[in-house]
């Protein structure tokens, strides 16, 4: 009988215990704001599909989207954290300064910025993607399957992450096939159909057969159909918009890291952090590889993603030169995050020079 | 029995009822489009409404959006009356703010009380360049100023975009398209703790003032009413035309400077890419709604500002997708222009005869 009651206790204090977790976790609400409509099929297409797994894990989730990142960022975020949102995901560059402002009035929410390198007060913690390790493949199979050599880039912004992508594109080409170029033009923009089809088509009329992008929309892989020539997907895996063009995506996959930091709320185990996840943590995903790239290609590939994502390559392992011939990483050695962080030379391949 | 009869002058309260009816109208549709789409028609008009502004922190945010409509469309009625079709006030804004930027960052951690006053004026002086242009080439080339100032919209932006993105860059920025942020000295104070209305309001109020002053009290209103009304009148009674036209266009010009300075120095605080949701478009519905009228243009700001906050609330609680409030300012438009059919028309109900 003792023992019976005893029993009885603790597996009703484990019943109790269980429970409350459960309700402590289901409790916990996540916000989520978008720069862009959910239907870009690009960057914020991605994040919504990010704040599905979080709903899939339990949570429940809001999210805005389309908030210009004018004075009305602050009011959303403000409405957000009033509203009894526990942890609250801006999903775009300039949602930087709002974000660490409403931070500061609530001190209870957590704020979760991603791309940008605030992180004013203890509340806030920062989040990017090493899309960089994904263009290591992109330029692999681009300098391989390129019969011009000249290969085409639309870029957006000449910030950091924008310029090391292009390098990291440029030197896994390069390794294939030294006599590569890249030619990149600028779009001036993250998210513009026109401008973007525009960029492809003058790249294109340049002699470029393989197209690369590091804007958001569909137009670009939809043109590089239209001209006969290959692309890669951004963000999302753009294949059925263009299925002839289109050799492979790089994916942004933001679900694990939201549900972890999510759970990490209910849990109350969450802390400031930057996190800066690759291959190897699942951030970046490389869409299946198409069936028109040679077989050894594929192989080949597949094993690169598979040494990216273990660490035993690096995107930039040295000798790296700039295009003035200027040593910018010795032989053997590989670039640190900082010098990362901070990238805003080309290297040698690149034509042109950075907008200033 | 209805019967359509034409109407000799359309009457004062004609005037002002039409757009009391596009408003209703609109809710009426608003109401039918959220059913349709599967929410509650009355809870989602109440997200879209009334949450948002029932407290003090929402109706505090509500002047703050309703301030640069409220500025920009006095700007353009002055316009609007005397048949000069500005459409490009979003670009004057633009302008505005990139001059009153670049005196901010001159600024930069520097205090002085003769700051704030500099940059403001260089942010009208900014509006009104940028809207001489238009003015100048229509009466001197007579150019269509709709085409000139919508066009130099463009333009405006991509020098912002030129200007953020090299170099006024913010050197310890990563270079990413934005500013420094300015120094509190360049900066509008604040009305209250915590919340972010900001001096710019009394800017917006004494346009409405002096609009009121101008358009009702002295000869160039007058004579604005005149061209509005007929251009050949305007001649024959011996106005100058250019002139007036370069005025307007100069008035209109620093009223959406000044809005841009409002944005800028006011809750955002530095120059990025997107410093302004399209006020200087939304604007021309506020002007038209407000029926040109200075103390129309107040409640017409009020009531566009929150279509604006009410998107952002019932996405929140209702998940109602937030276009919708660029459907709301659309259908307003709409049912104005719609219903204005009224001011020249009236409807007579006519029992049939037996």
């Known amino acids: 009988m003792h023992k019976f009651l005893i029993r009885s206790f603790v597996s009703s204090l484990v019943l109790l215990f269980t429970l409350t977790v459960a309700a402590v976790a289901k409790d916990v609400k996540a916000a989520f704001v978008y720069i862009g409509p959910t239907g870009d099929h690009g960057w914020t297409y991605q ?121 990291s594109f440029t030197l896994a080409a390069q390794k294939v096939n030294p006599n590569i170029k890249t030619k990149i033009v600028w779009a001036f923009t993250w998210y513009d159909p026109g401008k973007e089809a525009e960029a492809a088509k003058a790249l294109i009329d340049q002699g470029a057969d393989v197209i690369a992008q590091h804007t958001d929309s569909t137009a670009i892989v939809q043109m590089a159909e239209k001209a006969g020539v290959y692309a890669f997907g951004q963000a999302s ?29 209910a849990n109350g185990t969450w802390n400031q952090k930057d996190t800066w996840h690759g291959i190897g943590d699942g951030m970046v995903v490389i869409s299946d590889l198409d069936s028109q790239m040679p077989a050894d290609l594929r192989s080949k590939v597949k094993k690169l993603q598979a040494d990216l994502a273990s660490g035993k390559v690096h995107s930039f392992t040295g000798p790296i030169y700039d295009q003035k011939g200027n040593l910018m990483v010795a032989e053997g050695k590989t670039a640190d995050d900082g010098m990362l962080a ?15 | 029995m209805i019967k359509i009869v034409k109407r000799g002058q359309p009457s004062r309260a004609i005037f002002f009822f039409t757009p ?50 409220c500025l920009i469309a006095i700007g353009l009625s002055f316009c609007f009356k005397s048949n000069n079709w500005n459409i490009g006030a979003e670009g004057q804004l633009t302008f505005g703010a990139i001059v009153s930027g670049g005196v901010a960052l001159l600024f930069y951690e520097q205090e002085g009380f003769y700051i704030l006053p500099t940059v403001i004026l260089a942010g009208a002086i900014g509006g009104m360049l940028y809207a001489s242009i238009p003015a100048i080439l229509k009466t001197y080339f007579n150019t269509n100023e709709i085409l000139v100032s919508l066009m130099l919209v463009y333009v405006s932006k991509l020098i912002l975009d030129y200007l953020v993105v090299g170099p006024w860059s913010n050197p310890e920025g990563f270079n990413f398209p934005e500013t420094r942020q300015f120094s509190d000295s360049a900066k509008l104070p604040l009305l209250f703790e915590g919340l972010r209305i900001h001096a710019g309001i009394f800017l917006a109020l004494a346009a409405v003032v002096i609009s009121w002053f101008v358009f009702y009290k002295t000869y160039l209103g007058f004579q604005m009413k005149v061209s509005g009304l007929s251009l050949k009148t305007a001649k024959y009674a011996g106005y100058k035309g250019k002139k007036m036209i370069i005025l307007v266009f100069l008035i209109s010009g620093a009223c959406a400077g000044l809005a841009g300075v409002g944005e800028i120095t006011g809750p955002i605080g530095q120059l990025h890419r997107e410093i302004s949701p399209d006020y200087g478009f939304t604007a021309i519905i506020v002007a038209f709604l407000g029926r040109l009228h200075p103390v129309g243009i107040i409640f017409a700001s009020l009531v566009v500002a929150i279509t604006y906050l009410g998107a952002e609330t019932a996405q929140i609680f209702m998940q109602i997708p937030k276009y919708t409030g660029q459907v709301f300012q659309g259908m307003i438009l709409f049912f104005l222009l719609a219903s204005d059919y009224l001011l020249f028309f009236k409807i007579k109900f006519i029992g049939l005869k037996k």
């Open chain 1, 47 to 167: 994040h919504d599909v990010g704040r599905k797994a979080v709903e899939a894990a339990g949570f429940k989730t809001t999210y805005v989207e389309g908030v210009p990142e004018s004075a009305d960022a602050e009011r959303v975020l403000r409405q957000l954290a009033n509203s009894g949102h526990d942890v609250i995901f801006t999903t775009s560059f300039g949602y930087m300064n709002p974000t660490n402002k409403v931070a500061k009035e609530f001190p209870n929410v957590k704020f979760e910025h991603a791309t940008g390198y605030k992180r004013e007060h203890p509340n806030v913690s920062t989040y990017a993607a090493r899309f960089y390790e994904g263009r290591t493949i992109l330029g692999t199979i681009a300098g391989t399957m390129t019969k011009s050599n000249v290969i085409g880039y639309v870029a957006s912004f000449p910030i950091p992450e924008v310029i090391r992508g292009i390098n």
């Open chain 2, 20 to 69: 009391v009816l596009a408003i209703f109208l609109t809710l009426v549709a608003g109401g039918l489009i959220f059913f349709i789409l599967g929410f509650k028609p009355f809870e989602a008009l109440k997200f879209f409404f009334i949450v948002p502004i029932a407290d003090k922190y929402g109706f505090s945010e509500l002047l703050l959006k309703a301030t640069p409509l």
């Open chain 1, 237 to 265: 895996d753009m294949d059925k918009f263009a299925p002839k063009a289109v050799l492979t995506s790089v994916e942004n996959n933001w679900g694990p890291y939201y549900v972890d930091r999510v759970k990490a709320v």
């Open chain 1, 342 to 356: 901070g990238m805003m030379t080309y290297v040698k391949g690149v034509e042109g020079d950075i907008p200033k």
